[in-house]
Every structure is written in C-alpha cells, then in structure tokens.
C-alpha cells in the first residue's frame, strides 16, 4: 500500500470526528429551536460558520437525519422535522409537572395492584424479604403520543391509599402526598441509555432494540422513608434531558 492509500482511511476518519463534532452543535441548536422558523443554512454557510469542509457538513446532516431530527426536502432545503421536549434534572417533580407548558400527559394505567417484592426492591424499601408491594406500569402518553413506559413499586401502604382511576389524569407523586400526609423529600436517581424489549418496543411503539432512555428513581418522603422505586423507559426520540449543576468549592 502507497503512502498516499494509506492516507486515504485516515481522512475520512478525520472527516467523520469532524462531523460529529459538527452534529453535535447542530443538534443542539434544532433541539432550542433556532431553525424553527424556516430551513437551516445553506451547506456553504454551514461550512464557513463551523470552518470545515462542504463534505463535511453534509455528513453532519446525514448523522442529524438518521436520528429523525431533519430531512432533506427538495427545493427547500434541510428542514427540523422532531421535536424534543425538555425533562428537567433539578427539581423532583412528576411528568405532567415538568410538561406542563409541552401539553397534555395522559396516563393509561396497564397494571395496579399488589405483587411480591422482588428481593432487592424489598431491600431497598426497607422491607423483610418476601414482602408485598404494590406494582404500578403506566403507559405516558404527551399530546395522544406515547412518551414513556413507567414501572413502578410503592411502599405497601401507600399503594393501597391509591385509587388507579386517579392515576389516569394525576402524577403519582400528588397522590403518593395525599396518602402519605406530607411532602416528598428526596430521589435518588441514574440515568442510562437501554434497548428497547419487545415489550417496551410495542408499548412505545419504537423498534425492537431502540435506544431509549431509563430513569431509575427512588423517591422518599420528608421524614427519609422511601416510598416509590421508578422505572421509567422514555423515547429518546421525543425527549432531552436537562439540568443546571452547580460545583461545591472546597
């Protein structure tokens, strides 16, 4: 292999980190909405504005379209085609809380009673092996379309305050307060991407194997008890996570 077919590989590895590096702007700026009102800039903009090549950017935008964020419309340029709304990090709050000004969350609730907890579900509640709990599964649905697939277990008493109609139009944690007799306290929280089960994949209806993003929370009362232990499989596609940190200083 000559030197100059060597080198080959080499830039379009180049080429493509610098398309992604493109894209990940990109993304962002769709994302807030600066495109909203009309197309993106042209590619030769695209390409002064982020000094890189024409080649380059049209990668980008191929990155940006495979995701579902954009198309390619003939005669009118690239256009945002995906909307995400946003789920704040830095406020414990239920789903229609945080959306409130997105639209309407409906709640289908697919499951609600009782069920024997899982040995570290139990643990993690506090409760002796071989305990009930009480099993929630909500299908969320924002504006008709679905959102996330949330499963939930409940500390045994306050799953058995609740009324599943109610669940159908109210967050869990308003009604996890009422039972309880006082305000929520604190979560505990990761945040991972999954692939989609078949199970979840119908549900949300997404591929089989689809990226989505599960939340893991477990949430305690005021006094410290815990109470709720969430699952919630979100559609990447509908919705970004966001947050302000604030660093402690020593």
Do not use: C, W
Not at 61 to 75: A, I, S
Not at 219 to 229: E, N, Q, S, W, Y
């Amino acid at each position: 292999m000559t030197s100059e077919n060597a080198a080959r590989p080499a830039a379009r590895r180049l080429r493509a980190d610098r398309a992604r590096q493109v894209a990940d702007v990109l993304r962002r700026q769709v994302l807030d909405e600066v495109y909203k009102a009309g197309p993106l800039p042209h590619e030769d903009r695209l390409a002064e504005e982020f000094g890189a090549s024409r080649n380059t950017v049209r990668e980008a935008l191929d990155l940006l379209r495979g995701e579902g964020l954009v198309r390619r419309v003939p005669g009118a340029g690239t256009l945002v085609v995906a909307e995400k709304v946003p789920h704040g990090l830095d406020r414990l709050a239920g789903l229609a809380e945080t959306l409130h000004e997105h639209g309407e969350v409906v709640n289908e609730v697919r499951a609600f009673g009782p069920v024997r907890a899982p040995g570290p579900v139990a643990r993690r509640f506090g409760l002796p092996d071989g305990s009930d709990v009480f099993y929630v599964e909500r299908l969320r649905r924002l504006n008709g379309l679905p959102l996330s697939l949330d499963l939930t277990y409940l500390a045994p008493d306050v799953g058995a305050a609740l009324d599943p109609a109610e669940l159908a139009h109210r967050d869990v944690f308003r009604l996890i307060e009422e039972a309880a007799g006082q305000p929520l306290g604190h979560a505990d929280i990761s945040l991972e991407a999954v692939n989609a089960d078949p199970h979840s994949a119908t549900v949300l209806e997404v591929p089989r194997g689809a990226a989505l993003l599960m939340l893991e929370r477990l949430t305690r009362l005021a006094d410290g008890r815990p109470v709720d232990l969430e699952y919630v499989r979100f559609r990447g596609d509908r919705l970004t996570m966001r947050g302000r940190l604030l660093r402690d200083l020593p």
